[in-house]
């Protein structure tokens, strides 16, 4: 009963796939070609992304198991930022501030008026 219902599907959507092949003209053949063929290009895709999603998942439940704490899983080590003072021989502010640039006033010309 099950073979023969699924016999019947496959046969109905066979069917159906050539008699709407054959209405469709052709820039609408190769749109459905497209979203067909994205579709196949996404599955392999789409399963190396839940392999290694649930591998993540395993391997910090293991860790977890085996006593170690859960804010101590990540993959990264800490990032530690030390911001320094002035280097020597350098000057303490850049060499622009205050400079003759800043007092200019900004000449503008402006297009198409005499």
């Given amino acids: 009963m099950r073979r023969a219902a699924i016999a019947v599907f496959l046969t109905f959507s066979v069917t159906l796939a050539v008699v709407v092949g054959n209405r469709m003209s052709t820039e609408a053949m190769a749109v459905v ?3 067909i063929c994205g579709v196949v290009a996404a599955i392999p895709m789409s399963l190396l992304i839940l392999a290694a999603s649930t591998r993540r998942e395993r391997h910090s439940l293991d860790r977890q198991s085996h006593g ?4 101590h899983t990540s993959a990264y080590p800490p990032v530690v930022v030390i911001q320094g003072g002035t280097p020597a021989g350098f000057p303490s502010q850049p060499p622009y501030v205050g400079s003759a640039i800043e ?3 900004r000449q503008f010309r402006i297009v198409g008026e005499d």
């Fill in 33 to 35: 070609v497209g979203v």
């Fill in 68 to 71: 170690y704490p859960a804010s």
């Fill in 103 to 105: 007092s200019t006033p």
